[in-house]
């Protein structure tokens, strides 16, 4: 019952994001341009695009929350798994 191994694959990075309530998801789009900054590297400013955006809700804190997937077009060799993020999507 305990995990031997993680296996990850680096080529290429992905960014969840699940803090879109239902105002704002109406707002985002498949393959919509998306700005990324990471908490732990404030200078340096990521480019991605939206490839999924769960049709499921959940319910946070009372409010109608969605998780948006976005596929970075770049990395930088400080980026960690689990690092925080803030999302400014493009209009």
């Known amino acids: ?6 296996l990850a694959d680096f080529s290429t ?11 704002e998801i109406v707002d985002v789009a498949l393959g919509q341009e998306v700005d990324v ?3 732990a590297l404030p200078d340096v ?3 991605g695009e939206v490839i ?3 049709t499921r809700y959940e319910e946070k804190r009372g409010d109608i929350t969605y998780t948006v997937t976005i596929l970075l077009a770049q990395a930088d060799p400080a980026l960690r798994w689990g690092m925080t993020a803030s999302v400014q999507f493009v209009p």
């Open 45 to 47: 400013t990521l480019t």
């Open 13 to 23: 990075w992905v960014v969840e994001t699940d803090n879109l309530t239902e105002y």
């Open 52 to 54: 999924q955006i769960n």
């Open 1 to 6: 019952g305990q995990p031997v191994i993680t």
């Open 37 to 39: 900054v990471l908490d």
